[in-house]
């Protein structure tokens, strides 16, 4: 309430006052649910300014519901975003791809040459994903042991590969350690792809390879995998030889500490970083992300440049769709406000993840975030989470919602 209070506050101080703001040039480089929902924020806010989004990529594939596909819950197509609503909302969009920042003199550099002048920007670049890690896993790898964690090629040969394995064929799927986009993600995996092969195959098994000691809702998980598909599923942590260490994408062989292990598919989901841009520009810091501050979302690094969605470390908050959401109301209501010269909002911060369990249900993730000694911490009090989960139905208006919320669509 107090958040939407503020902002509708913040919205008539800038019909009222559009000439602190006008002809403001407010640029956005990255267009996924962090970058556009802050472009349609701004131009909310600051009718008066110029808002540019940059992003190489007409079309963005969503991460939310992209497992759903994978086994023919839903379609592709239906993953993808045009930018057009972006445009009709009043957001100038460049189809070019960001290769630099100038913070000094204000500008982005595209590679189609053009340099784009900012008053304000904002950095959303996403995650990319570290080359060679697990050993052997290139490009070669990828396209035999797909990760479908980024684009939609990826995931339409994931799905074709999964309809590909035989009765008593294993699938395993490999978990990076450290940080990662969607952290639920690889176990909704593995729950869709043990149901589709319990219908459409017989005696197959699915092994996630983890390299963590843990994952989000795992009591949750393992009991709905347990219930409707009894010991089909093995999670096996890094004492147990979960972490991948090298990999045979030719042989179809995973290396780990208890040896090398055959499959008939693997999902291999390398270790990530932010975006490119973000390191080169200097927004990433030692242990490869970038650091932001809580209220603002402004880098800690580049002043006068801000960083949301996946690339930043936004404390307790998980690199998620609704997460990146949240961050980029916040961050733009700051921008606003510093225009408009007025104080920061107080941060507001929230997030929900939905993970398929099936066609029929789904587990919801909610969190709450405050800010403690200028730092982003998890809610003394969150939204409860239903124990049992909740319905696919659900998940899938949770979706339409914040799709129409970051891209107008």
Partial sequence: MRRRTFLGALLGAGLRNVSAAAGARLVVVGGGFAGSACALALRRLLPGARTRLIDPEPHYHTCPMSNAALVGLRTLASLSVSRVPLRAAGIEYAAARATGIDAGRRRVHLATGEVVAYDRLVVAPGIRLLPGRPEGYDARAARLMPHAWTGAGQAALLATALRAVPDGGTVAISVPAGLMRCPPGPYERAGLFAGFLARQRRRCKVLIFDANN???????????????????????PPQQGGEVTRVDAGAGVLYSSTGAHRVALASV???????????????????????????????ESVPGVHVIGDACIAGAMPKAASAAASQALQCAAAIAAALLGRAPPPAALESVCYSLLSAERALAIHAGFALENGQIVAAAKAPADEPDGTSADEANRWYRAIRAQCFAD
């Fill in 214 to 236: 843990h994952f989000p809702r795992q009591d949750q998980f393992t009991a709905a995998w347990q219930s409707a598909y009894p010991d089909m599923i093995e999670w096996l």
């Fill in 269 to 299: 989901i390398p270790p990530q970083a932010p975006g490119q841009i973000a390191a080169d520009s200097g927004l990433a810091t030692g242990h490869g992300w970038c650091p932001v501050h809580a209220t603002s979302f402004e880098s």
